[in-house]
């Protein structure tokens, strides 16, 4: 079985388990609970975890009630009894949310049952481990969307950064670390599987080079989980960036991320001392700590998924994107379409930036990419490929095709080259201009009078038709189960 079949037949088991009150997001959490039991025998780690509580004796058990009752004293006392920091990081607080012997007992003997390695002996694992966690995302009673950028723009904003052998790299709003496995990835296909670095250089790489912060024990825990799965000794921190702590966060040659949108609870300032233009917006206090985190080398490089908002807000946020400017050559916005995100109708971009050496008048101008007008809806009939960025990638790489970007482009920005591309959806503004907007960057959208009809029309359009995918979606899965039960 491919890895998408296995995720989904996974996946299908939480219908099974819908009759014990269990939430999709609670399904993923104790999916992750036995699934980390799994791992530790296949990969071989089974020497942290007490000898009661191996995955072979939970799989022969043939009492259930044993062995749920079992399951549940080792979830409450392993994360103090196993000598693995990160076990007792994925289990801290652990507990179940099954109330039935016999359902724990369908969820290991189906797990069990699953091969793991593809045809080339190929270790699948992670790939279904991000494959359920997109599927949690795309649920909207899971609630989760909020901790999953769409993978097809995590991959090219990293193939874009061109990160390299050696460089640090973080995520201060890590989410379920998408971004630091994406570029992990990235540098693995590059060195066969970092088989062509010597130990130290590869010992770097697995523990060192890619790091995040979390702030929800949920997200921290899928984070870490997906980490492992992928093979990734990363440092991913259970804290929050924007108070004192995030201080400590910084001297990265890359930074990818997209922070969580809104405002502190209660109107609240970041509670670190260090930024110049405190706000109680969330967007605008992540950016300022990003671009003051990167090294100040002249090739530090980050790209940021931001809300409209920070584009054209007033007072703090005008000074906040002029310290950017000073301090970083803002050389991209990318205005990404909207209904990519689980909330319908929020209105994105990327910032591409990178951090200069000095401190002032660091960007000439910026180059903007229209995604959004006069473009398809995306969602479950439409699904959002990394193909959508054809155009803008030829565009960003001043002439470099979508199927030879990780081949030739070195991560060099070459504005002659940027010149030469003919697209309507392209376009240069002067720092002068902008400064002439009150240094407004909500720029670089095509001026059409058709999108005001589009936007009214789009949306309702766009609701209907995910809502009838997902009812077939739904019938789908219902056959399935319906299939298995037999």
């Not at 997209?258 to 609240?268: D, S, V």
Request: charged content about 30%; aromatic content about 10%.
């Amino acid at each position: 079985m491919s890895a998408d079949q296995i995720a989904q037949k996974l996946w299908n088991l939480c219908n099974v388990l819908r009759d014990d009150g269990v939430t999709y997001h609670q399904y993923l959490n104790e999916l992750t609970y036995i699934l980390f039991l799994k791992l530790s025998e296949v990969k071989g780690f089974e020497e942290h975890i007490p000898e009661e509580y191996r995955w072979r004796g939970f799989v022969e058990e043939e009492d259930n009630n044993e062995a749920f009752v079992r399951y549940r004293k080792f979830l409450a006392e392993i994360s103090n009894q196993s000598s693995s920091a990160s076990i007792q990081e994925i289990y801290t607080n652990a507990s179940t949310s099954l109330r039935k012997p016999v359902n724990f007992n369908t969820l290991v003997q189906a797990i069990d049952k699953i091969d793991w390695y593809e045809e080339d002996d190929r270790d699948t694992m992670g790939d279904i481990y991000e494959n359920l966690l997109e599927k949690n995302a795309t649920e909207k009673k899971s609630g989760a969307g909020q901790y999953f950028t769409p993978r097809p723009l995590i991959n090219v904003m990293v193939d874009l950064l061109v990160p390299k052998i050696g460089e640090r790299w973080n995520d201060p709003a890590a989410g379920t670390f998408g971004f630091m496995i994406s570029a992990d990835k990235y540098l693995r296909d590059k060195t066969d599987d970092y088989y062509a670095l010597d130990e130290k250089e590869r010992k770097f790489q697995e523990e060192k080079a890619f790091s995040g912060v979390e702030l929800v024990g949920d997200a921290h825990r899928l984070a870490l989980m997906n980490a492992r799965l992928h093979g990734m000794e990363s440092t991913i921190y259970l804290n929050d960036t924007l108070t004192e702590f995030g201080k400590s966060i910084k001297n990265f040659d890359g930074v990818l991320a997209n922070p969580p949108f809104g405002t502190k609870k209660g109107g609240e300032r970041p509670t670190r001392d260090d930024f110049t233009f405190p706000t109680s917006n969330k967007q605008l206090n992540f950016l300022q700590h990003i671009y003051r985190s990167l090294k100040k080398d002249g090739k530090a490089r980050a790209a940021v998924v931001l809300p409209d908002n920070v584009l054209f807000e007033d007072g703090d946020g005008q000074k906040i994107r002029r310290d950017l400017m000073d301090k970083c050559h803002l050389h991209t916005i990318l205005r990404l379409p909207t209904g990519i995100f689980y909330a319908a109708g929020v209105k994105t971009n990327v910032l591409f930036f990178t951090r200069a050496t000095s401190e002032t008048q660091n960007t000439p101008g910026v180059w903007f990419y229209d995604m959004r007008t006069n473009v398809p809806s995306y969602g479950k009939r439409t699904p959002f490929t990394e193909k959508a960025f054809e155009n803008f990638i030829k565009a960003y790489t001043g002439g470099i095709t979508f199927d030879k970007i990780e081949e030739d482009f070195n991560g060099i920005v070459d504005h002659k080259k940027r010149q030469k591309i003919k697209d309507e959806r392209w376009q240069y503004v002067t720092r002068d201009e902008i400064a002439k907007k009150s240094d407004s960057l909500d720029l670089g959208l095509i001026a059409d009078e058709s999108i005001s009809q589009a936007e009214d029309l789009g949306e309702p359009i766009a609701i209907a038709e995910e809502a009838l995918a997902e009812i077939n979606s739904i019938t789908t899965e219902i056959n399935a189960m319906i299939k298995e039960l037999k």
